[in-house]
């Protein structure tokens, strides 16, 4: 993990405006963010979209070039104002801050005066996310519905190849690409467990698919893929009832029991609030099924949903530079955005 952070640092740039747009960083919050505005005039208010970076929490930063190049193009495709958020990083800071950064700032961002600062239609506003981005997205959309006192809320919800579950480390996208390069299950695993915590007995159990308590096996429901994933998507797999781990690792680690931490552990009652969804999945990704699953979950519960599966994608792609693929991920997802939010 140290080695991942330490080559991080070079692939990071200063906010750098251009003629285009003006690139600033501030705090919403007490919570870092870079703001990107458009220079051209506009005579209406614009659309503003909120994102966050991926990393599997340990990682990344919206100063990154993959991520500063989305926000740019984000701008000058839609002439949009993009807040790209930070959040503190495990495993020196574990959950529930990573959440409650963005949820932070996310609240800050929703103020009418602060909209009004920035020129944002408060009904054109979008959140979105990729990875552990894409989690924390869901998760605090989820968490704006029951909020009183946020009465704006997001148009849109956008999520890119995302993290929903901690439960069920044998999904078939698990044992599919377990070890595919961009992101292998033990790598997965990994981030999970450092989410929570530095103690490896947590990815231990995790890694073997033994770490949810009997008392809490009434949540397997909403992670069970025998009945969520179309059948394309089983590919004659089996489904094994769960080996249920002990109490005392939920008893420490609540997190990963938590719906903050796993959005798909979210009841009907509250999935069916959500906004118009756009779920990016890739073939040759753990997390494809994760994504899946709840495009089936917010469908049954009468969410409209937009799901772009992308056959010959693996994760991260949208943040790889000179592939084919990022380009055209990148187009399908700006292309979206531009037509619903």
Known sequence: M????FFMNFQEGPPT?????????????????RVYIPNRKSK??????????????????????GYDSLS???????????????????PKYHFPNQFEDVYN?????????????????????????????????????????????????????SLIYPALQTLDMDLPSYQENAHFQSLSKSLMVRFWSEYF????????????????????????????????????????????SPTHGTSELAKKYPGFLDVRAAPLLADDSKLRSLPLTYVITCQYDVLRDDGIMYVTRLRNAGVRVIHNHIEDGFHAALTY??????????????????ENL
């Open 197 to 240: 915590t530095t103690n490896r007995s947590l990815e231990n159990a995790m890694l073997f698919n033994q770490h949810v308590p009997v008392e809490s096996s009434h949540l397997f429901q909403f992670v069970n893929w025998s009945s969520l994933l179309p059948e394309k998507f089983k590919k004659g797999h089996i489904y094994n």
């Open 44 to 65: 209406t208010l614009r659309r503003g979209l909120f994102y966050i970076h991926g990393g599997g929490w340990c990682l990344g930063s919206a100063a990154l070039f």
């Open 321 to 338: 530079p000179g592939f084919k693929i990022k380009y055209r991920i990148e187009n399908q997802y700006i292309s979206w955005l531009s």
């Open 72 to 90: 740019r193009q984000t701008v000058n495709r839609l002439d949009a104002v993009v807040v790209s958020t930070n959040y503190r990083l495990a």
């Open 105 to 157: 700032a996310v609240r800050w961002f929703l103020r009418q005066d602060v909209l009004d600062k920035y020129g944002v239609d408060p009904k054109r506003v979008g959140i979105s996310g990729d990875s552990a981005g894409g989690n924390l997205a869901a998760a605090v959309t989820q968490q704006l519905i029951g909020d009183p006192d946020i009465k704006i809320k997001f148009k849109i919800q």
């Open 17 to 33: 405006s251009d003629e285009n747009v003006t690139v600033t960083e501030t705090t919403f919050n007490n919570v870092p963010v």
């Open 2 to 5: 140290n080695t991942l952070m």
